[in-house]
């Protein structure tokens, strides 16, 4: 008897009649002698309409308040799914996010999580109930309500599976799973079987469909994931801890798994600054006290003493980060300030990539021969990253996809 | 400094500009020195649109899933209001009936309230906040969410004000007061200054527009209420102890407050029973444990050792009654079950009535002159019942009205 977590997204659970269709599959997984826990996320567009009726009242909802609000949309969808379970002769138990022991610090909007007390699951699993927990939100010490930021019932579901030891999460979303590309923009992109947990955080930090956050946890914890559609019934991808191993010896393997692109992007370049120890800190540190994340950072040699620094940053956080990095670039006396809008990435993605040569020679060629045009370059252990113009990505992401021959199965 | 519970029902916080103008009434208490906790119901029709949700996904949605459903209509109310009054520039925060500490059993769908620990509460207030409480919901000892019936946001707010030793309650509604009648169907009916706590209570459990369970703890607290219009600037009914007192010796009063009426009344007889001692109870008791209330009891004088029982009960329970008792009457050996449908009650209510020769014969004679059938009678210390045919309930009203001078100011 296995112990599974099962996540559903929001367009699982869009109407009755989708959650019906989810009640249904959680009984197939009872009926198969397995223990489900089921996180739902608030239904269809819900903590859209929550948001926007928030803005009706307020120019600016506080923090706290908004988080309570949004907070009823997963548990309106998680006693939903609970009834439809009831109607089909399981026991059932919602529990909201209080409930379930989700403890959060009170960073509102983007709470961390500090521990799953899972005593009150577990006491529902072995009194054979299926639990169905509000996915997105937590408690702070003074039972306050908290949510974890967008896309985080993904967290929620791994958080609790790694509490109760669950064998595996299983995430139900509308995609059938992880993809070698984005299929709107490479026609022959090919579903994966299995992925590794690195390899699937590059590719979710660049757009694919699981939050980041989610998969370092299961990663920390080694809580297996399988991305899978709610709609179709055909095997998904699994992300697991095997798929990033080492091929044997004398195996020849494709090392690069999918090529992952970015299409908002936004490059900042400050030219002429004096190149002294800390000149990149006290030029950065102001843009994650204003939380502004920055991705890719490069810094030119240096030339007569000074030295130029790039940056890029979500196209959403542009317009903020170029007017904190102007005022420091003065007071720093900087040269100038360049932005550069209308940028994205495309990366190729692939565990130990970096240890066998050749791959990013490949890429950078494949760009070439296409014309495109590279503005900036970074690599991981597993990822090579190239910034281009945003209108050239998806020409950039077939040429790659074609490149590393991605559409031939594993 | 006083401190004020004000209750705001589903009409006056139906919408983003309604909840602008409910938190505009909060502020202009708060400017006037008063300290403020608001507490409110769903806004519009929500509660009822979640209950068409539950029904769309299961035909017997379970009652501990549904409170955990309707709640969350509240919730969003009360944090949509803590931030409209953050946007005033007011400190406000919102508390769930679980975060403002009403503590109930665990009677889903009806729960009682067994306490309120009003530290939370207390605390907000001392640090300057005015409290926005989700009305209708409490919580268990074990942290699963109740609801305390239909209309019971009054209840909620008259055990805060209760437990926090609050200066008053106001209730704001989509009426302006208490009437002598309802205004649809006595045109001359006239609003009341004041009214006592049990005046009141008959009233409400007559249909006029407050919750009866909040009257009875109004009056064991000592807890005045005004009810008002949300809409419209005008002075409402008090109802209050005060208001139950004798007149002076000497002063003449009018002791009838108000023509009330329930148009949804069916009766129940029983005839030809064996009378001998608990008949009665063995015939009632069975609805009891059905949660079905019975209301007029009348029991005829025995006739060749057989007794008639006849009773009242709402409309809506008239078919599960009826099930009920003819299985009863068929053990108990009685000699028929006779339903009639289509009942209303019409009752003048007043304090201290019935000290007062006359009134009863005057109720009488007037609906005789109107020629109504009388089918059942019972009387109360301040209230004299009469059910009458559904179709001629106005008419009856309208003539008690007149016969008593109700339209006649205090």
Redesign the interface.
Known sequence: MATIVQKYGGTSVAD?EK??NVAGRIASACHGGDRVVAVVSAMGDTTDR?IE??G???????S???D??L??GE??SC??V???L??LGLDA??L?G??AGIRTDSRYGKARIAAVEAG?IQGELEGGRVVVVAGFQGITED???TTLGRGASDLSAVAIAAAIGADRCEVYTDVEGIYTADPRHVPNARKLKEVGYEEMLEMASLGAKMQPRSIELAMQYHVPIMVASSFVDAPGTLIHKGADMEPRVGEIRNRARAVATDRNVAKITVTGMVDRPGISASLLEPLTDADISVDIVVQNASVRDTTDLAFTVSGDDADRAFEVVRTVAYLIGANDVIRTDNLAKVSVVGAAMQNTPGYASRMFRALADEGINIEMITTSEIRITCVVDADRVSQAARALHMTFGLEKPD
Do not use: G, H, N, Y
């Open positions: 009755a959650i019906k929550l009726l928030a009706e009242v307020s120019s600016t909802p506080e706290r308040e908004l309570a609000l907070s009823t548990q309106m006693t939903l609970a009834m439809a009831k109607s138990v919602s909201s209080a409930q009150r039972m306050d309500v």
